[in-house]
């Protein structure tokens, strides 16, 4: 963490190392919290499933784990009704419209866009319930599939029969549709995942004109991102506190993983009530690369000296103009919002508004607040074991050291999938 001899900022959290690993990149592996609080609880019988199913997930494999996951679950006992989205949006509108009855259960297939896009249709649904769902995993990213210990259609349907249930924090986003001047009216989000600011919404965006290279693009994205090296100008408020800088990246996290399975928040507890934040500061691009570096040797970019990590339960970001953020591996641009939204998020435990400022002549400052709604009732089933918690190593040791690392996963996707290789020139 950040050791500076005059912090202007709350005092980040100060990970302990776990001296039984091999230290590699200059630092220890750190010890991951544990990703829930509460203890599991057993699901009562569920008779019908609503299965929403994203067909365009997973390089289009959506449609098919669908139909392999409703075989299953019928031949498990279960009524199945499946849904199938037609666009961008779609599940969001089908998982409002949902006629939820008692021990009904949700099930998303899809990835962590999808569980998200559902998760927000149910909220806006007001049914004042506590609801079940169920992630039958079946995208890029799977980053809430691989903190629950989900791997496979066999194992996401065998914790639907017989898995436990846990509650989860959630992120309520809050947007202006359009851009200053022309507004239309408010957008709300609900995150399970992330929300980013800064080089992960750079990478995010690259990463998606890529998606021919799966999982591995997201490297490919950071990298990309990396090399450009934009720096943005911040406000950061953490409950209370005011910091003010230049930044690289903002990750707000819920969840252990991100994109590509990356351990960006080694601290962060699911049902805890609190968001984690990892935060880069100014760095140069030797800088961000080692820290890129420590990232994917099971997080030890927290031990980077230039990175703050932090808990809490109110945050804002003011910025100077508006800016993209990522919810969920979906990027959004923010525009201005005027005041704030007092209802409570449902019944969830974690909930934030975020909202921005507006003139309607020059563009000034855009806060962007979070703030911490307390009580819990979205469940998730898991497994009843869990698999041990293990990152997979994506590429080579030294992809974070170099731009040649890059170079080589586009080209030896290419020999493999014969497809066009996007060529980037100085």
Request: charged share 25%; net charge neutral.
């Given at each position: 963490m950040s050791t500076d001899e005059a912090p202007a900022g709350p005092s980040p959290l100060?990970?302990?190392?776990?001296?039984?690993?091999?230290?590699?990149?200059?630092?220890?592996?750190?010890?991951?919290?544990h990703l829930f609080k509460a203890k599991p609880k057993k699901v009562k019988a569920t008779k019908r499933v609503h299965l929403l199913v994203n067909p365009y997930a997973g390089n289009k494999s959506g449609r098919k784990i669908g139909e392999q996951a409703k075989a299953l679950l019928e031949a498990a006992g279960k009524t199945v009704k499946a849904y199938h989205s037609a666009y961008s949006g779609h599940l969001m509108e089908m998982a409002q419209e949902l006629e939820i009855k008692a021990n009904d259960l949700v099930a998303v297939v899809g990835g962590d866009g999808s569980l998200s896009e559902v998760i927000t249709g149910r909220m806006r649904a007001e049914s004042g319930k506590t609801e079940l769902f169920a992630l039958i995993p079946a995208g890029t990213g799977n980053s809430m599939a691989?903190?629950?210990?989900?791997?496979?259609?066999?194992?996401?349907?065998?914790?639907?029969?017989?898995?436990?249930?846990?509650?989860?924090?959630?992120?309520?986003?809050?947007?202006?549709?359009?851009?200053?001047?022309?507004?239309?009216?408010?957008?709300?989000?609900?995150?399970?995942?992330l929300v980013t600011w800064g080089l992960g919404v750079d990478s995010t965006i690259k990463a998606e004109k890529m998606r021919w290279m799966g999982p591995v693009r997201y490297d490919v994205g950071i990298l990309?991102?990396?090399?450009?090296?934009?720096?943005?100008?911040?406000?950061?408020?953490?409950?209370?506190?005011?910091?003010?800088?230049?930044?690289?990246?903002?990750?707000?996290?819920?969840?252990?993983?991100?994109?590509?399975?990356?351990?960006?928040?080694?601290?962060?507890?699911?049902?805890?009530?609190?968001?984690?934040?990892?935060?880069?500061?100014?760095?140069?691009?030797?800088d961000v690369l080692k820290a890129f570096?420590?990232?994917?040797?099971?997080?030890?970019?927290?031990?980077?000296p230039r990175v703050d990590y932090h808990r809490f339960k109110t945050l804002s970001i003011d910025t100077p103009a508006p800016a993209a953020i990522n919810i969920d591996g979906k990027h959004r641009l923010y525009s201005p919002l005027h005041g704030s939204s007092t209802k409570r998020c449902g019944t969830m435990r974690t909930c934030f508004r975020m909202r921005n400022l507006r003139n309607s002549h020059r563009l000034r400052t855009f806060p962007f607040p979070l703030e911490v709604v307390p009580r819990t009732a979205l469940l998730l089933l898991r497994p009843v074991l869990r698999q041990p918690f293990a990152f997979e190593r994506l590429s080579s040791s030294e992809v974070a050291s170099a731009l040649v690392p890059m170079i080589e996963l586009v080209q030896r996707w290419k020999s493999v999938h014969e497809q066009p290789v996007l060529v980037v020139t100085k």
């Open positions: 100060e990970f302990e190392a776990d001296s039984s690993t091999k230290m590699k990149k200059g630092a220890h592996k750190p010890i991951f919290a691989h903190d629950l210990g989900l791997s496979s259609v066999e194992q996401a349907v065998e914790s639907i029969v017989s898995g436990a249930r846990q509650s989860i924090d959630l992120a309520r986003v809050e947007l202006v549709n359009g851009l200053p001047g022309a507004e239309n009216g408010t957008t709300v989000r609900f995150s399970h995942n990309m991102a990396i090399m450009a090296n934009n720096r943005r100008h911040a406000t950061l408020t953490l409950d209370g506190v005011t910091m003010e800088d230049d930044y690289t990246l903002f990750l707000i996290q819920n969840t252990q993983t991100g994109g590509s399975r990356l351990p960006l928040a080694p601290g962060a507890t699911l049902d805890d009530g609190f968001m984690d934040i990892g935060i880069l500061k100014k760095m140069t691009r030797r570096g420590m990232l994917k040797k099971e997080g030890r970019h927290v031990f980077h």
